[in-house]
């Protein structure tokens, strides 16, 4: 079956532009996550939805991120006002429950570049 | 809150050699533990899983990792490495106390082989 689908797989934007990441979660997947992978760190936990409960935001750095969660499948990260250091790739991944327990299935996630 | 502390950033190790990658984590219980892999220009892939039981835990690929509740870590294991598990290598960690518990992950590992 389908994977977690990322979109677009690769973003060029100019500093102080706005940007909207996609992730298509694999179908019936109630837990959807959001990581940042810079050069050389690991992945930086962004947010996590998980059914209808309110998203864990915790990980956002700063109020230019936000993500929302339509109809309780696909995913948009929006970044506003783009600095340089928001360059990264950014991973969605999704798994059938929303426990600690349950594999993530990552997409190949958007790599960002801020010029 | 949890977290997970990867102490060594690159390893390198002959092919055929044995391996040993270290995941510490932080957490008031014993919570899930995984190990993931990212190879070069591939998405992330869930090698093993400790959620309870035996503490140590077979997965793909010949990797096997122990848990050790007295030393809150859960080190990835190999006895011959291959060319092919060059990757980054990351530990992650969930709470298996929670319906809404995000996963965190370490800073990863990389892992060179010499010839």
């Known amino acids: 079956g389908a994977g977690v689908s990322q979109s677009p797989s690769n973003k060029v934007t100019e500093k102080g532009k706005d940007v909207e990441l996609r992730c298509d979660p694999i179908?019936?997947?109630?837990?959807l996550y959001w990581y940042r992978q810079s050069l050389g760190q690991g992945l930086e936990f962004l947010i996590y939805?998980?059914?209808?409960?309110?998203?864990?935001k915790s990980g956002l750095p700063s109020d230019r991120f936000s993500a929302e969660r339509t109809g309780g499948s696909v995913s948009t990260l929006t970044i506003q006002r783009t600095q340089q250091e928001d360059s990264a790739v950014y991973l969605c991944a999704s798994s059938p429950a929303g426990t600690g327990g349950s594999p993530l299935h990552f997409g190949n996630g958007t790599r960002l570049t801020v010029t | 809150a949890q977290s997970v502390t990867q102490p060594d950033i690159h390893i390198t190790v002959s092919e055929g050699a044995s391996l040993e990658l270290r995941c510490n984590y932080s957490y008031g219980a014993t919570p899930y533990l995984f190990w993931y892999v990212q190879s070069p220009g591939q998405g992330l892939q869930l090698l093993l899983k400790?959620?309870?039981?035996?503490?140590l835990v077979q997965g793909i690929k010949g990797f096997e990792a122990e848990f050790k509740r007295s030393q809150s870590s859960f080190n990835l294991r190999k006895p011959s490495v291959h060319w092919s598990d060059a990757a980054e290598y990351f530990c992650?960690?969930?709470?298996?106390?929670?319906?809404?518990?995000?996963?965190?992950f370490g800073s990863g590992t990389r892992l060179s082989i010499r010839p």
């Open positions: 992650a960690v969930g709470s298996p106390y929670s319906s809404a518990s995000k996963i965190i």
């Open positions: 939805f998980q059914g209808n409960s309110a998203p864990d």
């Open positions: 179908s019936g997947h109630t837990a």
């Open positions: 400790y959620f309870s039981g035996d503490t």
